[in-house]
């Protein structure tokens, strides 16, 4: 009972007292169920969440990623681990207490900025559900455990991301002003590739439409849902329950064009490792 009731609430993203008149179960109640039940799937993060182990694994994901790219000339990124991205989930400000402030956003609302790595597969490879909006996305990924693995070599694939995040020797960004035709194909292949985030968002939030509302918990409870809503989705590729996608448009957030500084690496290293990639690929 407690287990519908939560999945109740995340396909519905009805008010608690909702959910609970249909049942005669206080409104209380069902927010102690919806924190409960939410723990226990959320606890199962590392399992149903996590980068590719096996060799087999990551080159399975490279080949689909190398696919995704192709264009004119059959040409794809190769050594692509994922596509990492931020998105918005909303809050009511009345259950932030006096900490409300952070979460307010450029647009005047509160949420949380969720950073996801996904895979070719529109699978949660990583998750971060915890930073405030306002923050930048480049900021949440230098402070994140993945970007860790990725500077000390655990992980020795790449990343691509939009014009929010640093270019880095592991990370793909696109080029803002191209000039030259493999410039403008690398651009045209990146996107591409990148595009699977934004599909990855929208999947998601067609699955569990409290995601695209407003959560009306509390932090801990809020950034719980999250993480149990994204096993939850991982969850449902393994067992074929696939949404027919429909089109998504590409969510641009002007605060994000900038690009941060790059502190842990010598200036132009990431510049460098993409040029490299182009002259590789198209010259």
Partial sequence: MQLLICLRFYATASFQLIVGDV????QATISRIIYRVSTLLASNINKYIRMPISEEAKSENKRLFKEIGYGPGAIG???????????HVRLIHTRLLNIEEIFRNRKGY??????????????FLD???EWPRGQHDSRIFQNSRIYMRY??????????GDAGY??????LTPIANPTTNEEIRYNEIHGRTRRIVERTFGIWKRRFPCLSRELTTKIITSTTIVV???????LSLIFKDILVEEEEEENVDIDEAVPANEPHWQPGEGFIVRNALIERLFR
Avoid at 110 to 123: C, H, K, M
Wanted: hydrophobic share 50%.
């Fill in 23 to 26: 049942i005669r179960i206080s």
């Fill in 77 to 87: 990124f190769p050594s692509i681990d994922g596509a990492i991205d931020c998105t």
């Fill in 110 to 123: 509160f949420s949380l900025n969720v950073q996801a790595i996904v895979g070719p597969r529109t699978e």
């Fill in 127 to 129: 998750i971060v559900p």
């Fill in 151 to 160: 500077t000390q070599w655990e992980l020795q694939g790449m990343l691509v």
């Fill in 166 to 171: 640093p270019a880095l020797p592991f990370l």
């Fill in 228 to 234: 149990a809503c994204a096993v939850l989705h991982n």
